[in-house]
Structure formats: C-alpha cells, structure tokens
C-alpha cells in the first residue's frame, strides 16, 4: 500500500518561496498511469488542486497557479517537491500530496476536486504565510 507523506516548514513570510516534499513509499513515482499532486485547502474552502508530476516526469499546473508554482522529483529518493513563489497570506492552508491513477484534467481557472478522484493522500500539512 503506498503511503505519502508531506514535509516542510509550517511558517513562511509574505514573499517568500514555499517548499514541501512529498517523501513515497510502498510504490515508484515512476510507475506508468499514476500522476502525483499537489494539492492545498485553505481554512473553510474546498480542496484545490494545484498541479502534478506524471510518472514519465511531465508536469501540469493550475492555470491559477501557473506562474508562481514549480514541481519537480528526485526519483531516485522516491520524492517530489512544490515550490510556490512569491507567498502572500492567501496561500495559507494545509497542503496535501495525492496520488492518482489518471490525468487530472484542469479545464477552469481553478480546479477544484474531492478526496475520493485519489486513491492516495498524505496527511497534509499545515503551512501558515505570515510575517
């Protein structure tokens, strides 16, 4: 059974660039069909995701968050990483890594979806964008 679990500091500053890894284990990043996301719930909101790494290593993003997020792996720590820059209190939330069995298709603005689209989710992690 794969587990993901989410690590990385709980307090940034406005401005800064937040960064969490997602540590896997129980199964590859690198196995064919699955895709590994990113995903954040902000207090009282629903869960939105923000972009995927496909086990081939391609990424996609929210067009919300396109220009201010990054993902990337490190396939032999069986590892994947967010970067999302230029942090402002909106960003507070708890952020989740997930895997799926399938492209997510992000077709708005934003993209919302629910817990049960993933067959897997770390714990989540809170993170707190405050001076």
């Known amino acids: 059974q794969v587990q993901l679990v989410e690590s990385g500091p709980g307090l940034v500053k406005p401005s800064q660039t937040l960064s969490l890894t997602c540590t896997v284990s129980?199964?590859?990043?690198?196995?064919?069909?699955?895709?590994w996301s990113w995903i954040r719930q902000p207090p009282g909101k629903g869960l939105e995701w923000m972009g995927a790494?496909?086990?081939?290593?391609?990424?996609s993003y929210s067009p919300s968050l396109k220009s201010r997020t990054s993902i990337s792996r490190d396939a032999s720590k069986n590892q994947f990483t967010l970067q999302l820059s230029s942090v402002t209190p909106e960003d507070t939330a708890v952020y989740y890594c997930?895997?799926?069995?399938?492209?997510?298709?992000?077709?708005?603005?934003?993209?919302?979806?629910?817990?049960?689209?993933?067959?897997?989710w770390g714990r989540g992690t809170q993170v707190t964008v405050s001076s």
């Open positions: 997930a895997r799926k069995a399938g492209y997510v298709n992000c077709s708005g603005y934003k993209c919302f979806v629910q817990r049960t689209e993933f067959g897997s």
């Open positions: 129980g199964g590859s990043i690198t196995t064919s069909g699955y895709y």
């Open positions: 790494i496909a086990y081939s290593g391609s990424t």
